[in-house]
């Protein structure tokens, strides 16, 4: 198989707090990590993509000073969404990839809550 | 700039056949993905095509026409638990997955 896990599965927080989010791939070696988001009723918005020990490379318009990535292993990387505000409200979803075929497997995702 | 096109929504009829179709403009080909995706849950796999052609899988086909920059997802012996969006998705000649929005299949009995 090829399990993603992702933790937490759900999280209220605080606005102007911060809060870190898990993604590991279980049983294989991630060469990639994605870090998508997604609002109700709408597509897969790709938020970074990252390569374990180099800096994440982020899409346009995607704030790096907010969202951080950090891609400590090839099983693990987390996102930490800082100063949250409502308006990070989201479902945030991890993927991971192997070299071949590049197939993304998707974590669960994280439903965030900023009050 | 890179595109990829598929309708919206789509109804159909538990226990018909449906064929979901995509067709992409992208700056080289590298593979196409299609995920299905339940509301409120993260994407799965469903199938890859690299070459062209018809790849089966259970009730689920999908068809690659690299020529024409098509494909269709087909489904056949529709069940209730197929209600989901279906994402078609392209790997670009950066092994960059380029998404589409995503059809919203809608199963009534």
């Known amino acids: 198989g090829a399990v993603v896990s992702q933790h937490p599965s759900w999280v209220i927080c605080k606005s102007g707090t911060s809060v870190k989010i898990e993604c590991r791939s279980l049983?294989?070696?991630?060469?990639?990590m994605f870090w998508y988001r997604q609002f109700p009723k709408q597509s897969l918005m790709l938020m970074a993509t990252?390569?374990?020990?180099?800096?994440?490379?982020?899409e346009q318009g995607v704030e790096k000073d907010k969202f951080l990535i950090n891609h400590a292993s090839l099983t693990l990387s987390t996102l930490t969404v800082t100063s949250a505000h409502p308006e990070d409200s989201s479902f945030y979803i991890c993927?991971?990839?192997?070299?071949?075929?590049?197939?993304?497997?998707f974590g669960p995702g994280t439903r965030l809550t900023v009050t | 700039g890179q595109n990829i096109d598929q309708p919206t929504e789509m109804t159909a009829t538990e226990g018909a056949i449906v064929q979901i179709n995509c067709t992409y403009q992208?700056?080289?080909?590298?593979?196409l993905f299609w995920y299905q995706q339940h509301a409120g849950e993260a994407p799965t796999f469903l199938s890859y095509?690299?070459l062209d052609g018809l790849e089966e899988k259970g009730r689920f086909s999908s068809f690659l026409s690299r020529s024409k920059g098509y494909s269709y997802l087909l489904l056949k012996e529709l069940q209730m638990k197929d209600s989901a969006s279906y994402l078609c998705?392209?790997?670009?000649?950066?092994?960059?997955?380029?998404w589409g929005a995503g059809t919203k299949l809608i199963i009534k009995p």
């Open positions: 993927s991971a990839s192997k070299r071949e075929p590049h197939e993304q497997y």
């Open positions: 990252s390569n374990e020990g180099s800096k994440a490379t982020y």
């Open positions: 095509n690299v």
């Open positions: 992208t700056s080289g080909f590298n593979g």
């Open positions: 998705a392209v790997l670009d000649s950066n092994y960059q997955l380029i």
């Open positions: 049983d294989f070696q991630a060469t990639t």
